[in-house]
């Protein structure tokens, strides 16, 4: 019933710089939360940033001071702005929101995620 698109994701070098993009569509919705996941491969899927409806952030270590995540209401659309990138931010990322439908149900929607891939 929701759905998001992403994009953004690409090949980019050591040092260099990415935004992805996430935008929901549907009907009858407002959005809560949104959220950033990674998983690289052979790894378990983690937590990079979140931004509340309210422009509250988290991240995790690791990306702190290199990634910022941000939100248009307006356009139910996040953003992932990824800086000084490292070959360890190689992974797919996915876009993650609560969705509350109709002003009952919360449910967490997904995309399909995007790859990031940073090589030399």
């Known amino acids: 019933q929701v759905q998001l698109v992403e994009s953004g994701g690409g090949l980019v070098q050591p040092g260099g710089s990415l935004r992805l993009s996430c935008a929901a569509s549907g009907r009858r919705f407002s959005i809560g939360h949104m959220r950033w996941y990674r998983q690289a491969p052979g790894k378990q899927r983690e937590l990079v940033a979140v931004?509340?409806?309210?422009?509250?952030?988290n991240y995790a270590d690791s990306v702190k001071g290199r990634f910022a995540i941000s939100r248009d209401n307006a356009k139910n659309t996040v953003y992932l702005q990824m800086n000084s990138l490292k070959p360890e931010d190689t992974a797919v990322y996915y876009c993650?929101?609560?969705?509350?439908?109709?002003?009952?149900?919360?449910?967490?929607?997904w995309g399909q995620g995007t790859q990031v891939t940073v090589s030399s």
């Open positions: 993650n929101a609560d969705a509350v439908l109709s002003g009952a149900t919360m449910t967490a929607y």
């Open positions: 931004i509340s409806s309210g422009g509250i952030t």
